[in-house]
C-alpha cells in the first residue's frame, strides 16, 4: 500500500520536472526561431533582374546604377556626410544614420515608362534592387506601407499566391504625384517593383513569370538594350535610358503636351526613332551624351535645332540654380549627338535655400 506521505513529496518533484520540460521546450522553440529567421535573412534569395519585369507597353526607361565602389557616387554621399555632420555636429544619432545609409541604398534603381494603345497618359513602375534588406523590409512591412502610401488605407490582392498591395481605385493618385506616391506595389525577388496602378505592376509580374516571349529578338529595343546594359559582364555608366519612339509612344506625350500648353516643346519628335544616354558621376561633375537617332537624313537639321533650343532652356533653368551646364549638339551620321557636362551641382545640392 503507497505511503501517503511519500506521495505528498513525489507531487513537487513531478511539478518541477513537468515545468523544467515547458521551459526547455519554449527555450529550444526560441532558439529553433532564431536559428531559423537566420537562415532565412542571409541565406541565398533569387536576384531578379530589371529586364525580367519589363512590360510589353513599356517604351522608354532610366535605370541609375548606385554601386558604393563608384567614385562619383561614394564622393557623393562623403559630401552628404560632412553637410549634415556640419548642421548637427557631433550628434551620435546623426553619425550613425550617415553610416548606415550606404547599407540601406538600393543597389539599383530602374524607372520604367509605359503606355498603352490609344493613349497619351504614361504608366511608370519604379524597381529598386535591395539585396537580402528586401527580407527585413517584407518581415516588417506595417512602416514601410505607411511610408509608401502616406498613410492612406490600401487593398490586398493575391494572384497564383502572389501578394500585391494598392491604395482603392478611388483613391488612386495621378501620374505625376505617382512618382513619389505609389498607387501600387509588390516585391518580387530582391526587388521592390512600386507603380502608378495596380494592372501595370501584375503586368511587370506577368512579365516576370514567362507571360512573355524569353526570345530577346522578340521583345523589342527596349528590352535588348536593356539586356546589354544591366549585364553584369559590361561596364556601366551610372545613369542609362533609352526611349523607343519607333511606335510613336513619345510623340504622342510629347504632342499632348503641346496642345495643352500651346507651346511648340519639340516639333521634330516624330523624326526621331530612339534616344539613348549615359551620364556618369565624375569629381564635381557629370559627364553625359545622349543621342538622338533620325529616321531621315533630311530632318536631322531639325532634329538639331530643337535639341539646341532645349539644351538652351535647361541650361538658364539651371543656372538659376547656381548649376552651370556646357554642352555641344552636333551631327554624326543619321544621328544627332548631345554632349554635355553639368559642373556645381553637389555644391547647389547641399546648399540650403535662401542662402
Not at 538600393?106 to 503606355?115: G, Q, W
Not at 526613332?273 to 553625359?288: F, H, V, Y
Amino acid at each position: 500500500m503507497d505511503d501517503p506521505a511519500e506521495n505528498l513529496k513525489e507531487e513537487p518533484k513531478k511539478k518541477r520536472k513537468t515545468s523544467s520540460k515547458i521551459i526547455l521546450g519554449i527555450v529550444a522553440a526560441v532558439v529553433l526561431f532564431i536559428i531559423g529567421l537566420g537562415i532565412w535573412l542571409f541565406g541565398p534569395m533569387r536576384k531578379v533582374p530589371h529586364t525580367e519585369l519589363v512590360p510589353s507597353s513599356a517604351f522608354a526607361f532610366v535605370s541609375v546604377d548606385l554601386n558604393p565602389e563608384s567614385s562619383g557616387f561614394s564622393e557623393l554621399l562623403d559630401t552628404a556626410e560632412k553637410e549634415y555632420l556640419n548642421l548637427e555636429p557631433g550628434l551620435f544619432k546623426t553619425r550613425l544614420i550617415m553610416k548606415i545609409i550606404p547599407y540601406i541604398v538600393p543597389d539599383r534603381v530602374t524607372l520604367i515608362a509605359t503606355l498603352d494603345d490609344n493613349s497619351t497618359d504614361p504608366g511608370m513602375i519604379f524597381i529598386a534592387s535591395m539585396g537580402k534588406l528586401i527580407k527585413i523590409i517584407r518581415l516588417y512591412s506595417v512602416p514601410f506601407d505607411r511610408v509608401i502610401f502616406r498613410g492612406a488605407s490600401f487593398e490586398r490582392e493575391h494572384v497564383k499566391g502572389h501578394g500585391f498591395k494598392n491604395i482603392s481605385p478611388s483613391r488612386e493618385r495621378s501620374v505625376t504625384s505617382g512618382l513619389t506616391n505609389p498607387a501600387a506595389y509588390t516585391f518580387i525577388g530582391n526587388n521592390i517593383v512600386a507603380g502608378t496602378s495596380l494592372p501595370l505592376i501584375k503586368s511587370a509580374y506577368y512579365s516576370y513569370r514567362g507571360a512573355q516571349p524569353s526570345d530577346p529578338m522578340s521583345r523589342g529595343l527596349l528590352f535588348r538594350y536593356m539586356s546589354e546594359i544591366l549585364s553584369p559582364d559590361k561596364s556601366r555608366a551610372d545613369v542609362s535610358l533609352l526611349v523607343d519612339n519607333s511606335e510613336g509612344k513619345l510623340s504622342a506625350i510629347v504632342k499632348d503636351f503641346e496642345e495643352k500648353f500651346v507651346f511648340a516643346a519639340f516639333p521634330s519628335i516624330d523624326h526621331v526613332t530612339a534616344i539613348d544616354g549615359t551620364m556618369n558621376l565624375l569629381s564635381e561633375e557629370m559627364d553625359s551624351s545622349i543621342t538622338f537617332y533620325c529616321s531621315s537624313p533630311d530632318r536631322l537639321m531639325d532634329v538639331r535645332s530643337d535639341v539646341k533650343f532645349i539644351y538652351g532652356a535647361v541650361r538658364r533653368k539651371l543656372m538659376a540654380s547656381g548649376i552651370n551646364m556646357k554642352g555641344k549638339v552636333q551631327v554624326e551620321g543619321d544621328t544627332v549627338i548631345f554632349n554635355f557636362k553639368v559642373t556645381d551641382f553637389m555644391e547647389a545640392v547641399f546648399t540650403p535655400a535662401g542662402s
